[in-house]
């Protein structure tokens, strides 16, 4: 492939030099924050990777790229993951979505990969609504004009030379991957088009023809072949094992694996080129890999321009070449800037081929943006930036102080620091330091005044507070944006939490009243108070009408609790019970869930306060007692617990020594082979309840969530693989009930037709793909155009007991309200109590 040679004989020369180079901040061992930005000189090659959810980045191949050729490369990624599952805590669905988009974007940091989404905001058009099998009904869930118009607008905004989809559009994959390869596909002609959303060009956009466009296949189908997986001294590591490293980040998912250094091949088929290879099947054959490259693409009588995109590449060569001095690299970077700012100039004004321009002008700018990072990290100037405090109110005044720090060999002329806020907040303070010598410190204070109506916080915005750093030197400026410390959020004067969120209203036996817990929690910056109420239905009563809160200082959580009677005749049907708060003269009504995890940070997700209601007859055996061995992935247990059965959650002493025969029924959670030890090594302790008379109801698992085939049920169990076969993601699927007269589906609830309506998301996921004739099999159903599937409920005699196992998503359902979801499940629960 071009240019393996040059990076063999880069990383040759970094070894020659790494014990002879000095300069006054020489690193002890490889300085791979210097190289992260001097690498990238190298080239002028832009690279963009899409997909359709987090953590379907190609991370060995992005990694190579890179930090291994200095490529600029970014991911592109459809939707946020709303949809997946939680390997590491209960959020699910837009609170999932954050913590997944937050993983993707640390997972990026570590391959030098940009990470970017389509979708904007929490439930947005393009979001991840589970599982497909199509991408027909994926375009027509997100919108294709809507996905087309932002993929469109983000190419021609990146302007990447080369497109390279995650996956194929072939039946064996999901949906959405398939949706994204289409539109990328397409978009490789529409972007260079003006007639395909011409808006967009009105707005200062101007068209993109991508040079190439690949597709990941097998070797025996590529058309380029690249091998990536040599040993990088400067991370000290392979590129596939830090690819490994970024995907240990995707925790949510239980990515990232350790791997050995070995060989590996990116095998890639070029499906469309609008550039001439001569023959070659390189990946960047006919695409300009530097400035040096870019000078012989001008024409004849551009001698001038010719020469000195020469020169500007040599360069930018000399810088590298100086690593890792970073006095040299400084200097070096700071005329380059002067350099690059001139030719861009030149090249404006000059008589080119309009699209030849364009794309000189995109490369100029992208290397003077590098070349600042270059000069910025090089001369040693640390910046930290912090706000007195991160939580913020509407109305409030907070102090940021910026400390800059000159670590470098050299004088900073005109240091300076600027905060970017929104529109219509006031910041005052002086932000320049004036010259900063070498090892002289400067501490900058700003007073930051947020409007009464600022925004609040959202996850996907960019942050509210952040700090331009500028210094000048050899008469060039050089500029970075730095982010506060921690999050800096605008929330409510206070948030309310209800508990439960959720509520059912058993038409078969109305409660007599339902309790309501409202948490207050006090954003505001000091004492307050605040007057909290729900607002009920018609035909319901509430008590008491208004609740005072006081609260002394911040961050202060305060409980009320609300009792709520509905009437007895209540009808059938979903309602909805909204919580408010007055304080400090505004009306509030948000809930503020809070996100944190240490490998993200902490992050906010503001949603309705209100409780989700529904009303529907749900029978139940009043004797029923049933252990729930939580997995953490679910919330079922809770919710069982809150329509009116009798649920316990069993601990790890539980499992180990308590007596389990005092239960009717014992479930399992989600996945909980994998997240409890103690489930597993207890098993045989669960199968000797079953066989002295238990009922036990086992919930889905993957084949590698610690199951056994042979072992982990009474009997032989295999779940379906791969996944993409054994589902069924029509939530709407036709549903066969194989043995109407089995008291699963009549005891203590008549499950009818109507049960299997109105379920969210899917039927089913990981079905048993073979289990021994033990096994009776109760319900069939299928996607559109498939054959169907058997095994969504299993259950076996085992000793004097039964054994359950359902991959029907349950707890989709459950959390969900649904109210055949609650019906069905309390039948599997219930059964040998009829």
Do not use: C
């Not at 492939?1 to 014990?19: E, G």
């Not at 949603?607 to 049933?626: C, T």
């Amino acid at each position: 492939m071009r240019k393996v040679l040059n990076v063999f004989v880069s990383l040759l020369l970094v070894i020659t030099l790494l014990p002879f180079s000095g300069g006054a901040t020489k690193a002890a061992g490889p300085d791979a924050s210097l190289w992260n930005v001097v690498k990238p000189l190298e080239t002028t090659v832009t690279f963009l990777n899409t997909g359709a959810h987090p953590d379907d980045e190609r991370s060995d191949f992005l990694a190579y790229l890179s930090r291994g050729l200095g490529v600029k490369t970014a991911s592109l990624i459809a939707n946020r993951g709303e949809g997946g599952q939680n390997e590491i805590g209960s959020e699910l669905g837009n609170a999932l979505g954050i913590i997944r988009s937050r993983e993707m974007i640390e997972a990026a940091k570590i391959t030098g990969v940009k990470a970017y989404h389509l979708s904007e905001t929490t439930s947005d058009d393009i979001y991840d609504f589970g599982f497909s099998k199509s991408p027909d009904e994926t375009l027509e869930k997100w919108g294709e004009d809507v996905t087309y118009e932002r993929l469109i607008r983000f190419i021609r905004t990146y302007q990447p030379d080369i497109v390279m989809p995650s996956f194929l559009d072939v039946d064996t994959q999901h949906g959405h991957h398939r949706a994204i390869t289409i539109l990328s596909e397409k978009a490789f002609k529409d972007a260079a088009d003006p007639s395909v959303y011409p808006e967009q060009l009105k707005e200062g956009l101007s068209v993109w023809q991508v040079k190439k466009l690949y597709l990941p296949v097998s070797k025996d189908a590529a058309t380029t072949s690249i091998e990536i997986g040599m040993f990088d001294p400067i991370y000290g590591m392979s590129y596939p094992q830090l690819g490994e490293q970024s995907r240990y980040m995707h925790k949510s998912q239980g990515m990232g694996n350790d791997i050995p250094v070995a060989p590996r091949q990116t095998h890639l088929q070029l499906v469309k080129s609008a550039v001439d290879t001569e023959g070659e099947n390189s990946l960047f054959a006919g695409i300009p890999y530097d400035f040096s490259e870019w000078a012989q693409v001008l024409p004849k009588n551009a001698t001038d321009l010719k020469v000195q995109f020469t020169k500007l590449q040599e360069e930018l060569d000399s810088i590298i070449g100086a690593y890792p001095n970073r006095d040299s690299v400084f200097t070096a970077s700071q005329k380059a800037l002067k350099d690059v700012r001139r030719l861009f100039e030149k090249t404006k004004s000059a008589k080119l081929e309009e699209t030849l321009k364009n794309d000189l002008l995109h490369k100029l700018s992208l290397k003077e943006e590098q070349l600042q990072e270059a000069s910025f990290e090089a001369s040693g100037l640390t910046a930290f930036a912090k706000a007195a405090d991160n939580i913020l109110t509407q109305g409030q005044t907070t102090t940021v102080t910026v400390d800059l720090k000159n670590n470098g060999g050299q004088d900073l002329k005109n240091a300076k620091a600027e905060l970017l806020v929104p529109d219509g907040w006031n910041v005052s303070g002086n932000g320049s330091a004036d010259s900063l010598a070498a090892g002289e410190a400067a501490k900058l204070t700003f007073k930051v005044s947020v409007p009464k109506d600022a925004d609040y916080y959202h996850a996907y915005n960019e942050p509210a507070i952040r700090a331009a750093v500028s210094f000048e030197s050899a008469g060039a400026k050089t500029v970075q944006v730095k982010e506060l410390e921690g999050t800096v959020a605008v929330l409510p004067d206070v948030a309310l939490s209800l508990s439960p969120e959720d509520i059912v209203v058993n038409t078969a036996n109305v409660q007599d009243e339902i309790p309501v817990a409202v948490k207050v929690k006090n954003y505001h910056g000091g004492a307050t108070s605040a007057k909290v109420a729900l607002n009920v239905p018609a035909g319901w009563n509430v008590s008491p009408a208004v609740a005072d809160v006081n609260f002394s200082k911040k961050l202060e959580e305060k409980e009320v609790t609300f009792k709520l009677v509905p009437p007895a005749d209540v009808k059938e049907g979903n309602f909805e019970i909204n919580a408010a708060a007055e304080v400090n003269g505004k009306k509030v009504g948000s809930t503020i869930q809070e996100i944190n995890y240490s490998h993200i940070g902490t992050f906010y997700y503001e949603y309705p306060a209100k409780v989700n209601g529904v009303a529907f007859e749900l029978l139940v055996n009043p004797d029923l007692k049933v252990g729930y061995i939580d997995s953490g992935f679910d919330m079922v247990a809770d919710y069982l617990a809150n329509a009116g059965l009798n649920i316990t959650k069993l601990t790890e002493a539980d499992l180990a020594s308590a007596d389990l025969s005092q239960y009717d029924t014992i479930v399992t959670g989600i996945r909980a082979y994998l997240s409890r030890p103690d489930l597993k090594a207890n098993n045989e302790r669960l199968k000797e309840y079953v066989a002295n008379g238990g009922h036990l109801v086992v919930q889905y698992h993957k084949p590698g969530d610690g199951w056994d085939k042979d072992t982990t049920a009474p009997y032989a169990l295999t779940i379906g693989s791969p996944s993409i076969k054994w589902r069924v993601t029509d939530e709407n699927a036709k549903v066969t009930v194989l043995q109407p007269d089995s008291p699963l589906f009549n005891y203590p609830n008549k499950i009818t037709e109507s049960d299997w309506s109105g379920w969210v998301q899917e039927r089913g996921l990981y079905y048993p793909m073979a289990w021994a004739p033990e096994y009776q099999t109760f319900v069939s159903m299928a996607d559109p155009g498939e054959a169907p599937f058997d095994g969504g409920i299993l259950m076996a005699n085992y000793g004097k007991g039964t054994y359950l196992y359902t991959n029907l998503v349950f707890y989709r359902q459950i959390q969900g309200q649904v109210p055949g979801g609650y019906r069905i499940f309390t039948n599997l629960i219930s059964y040998g109590g009829e």
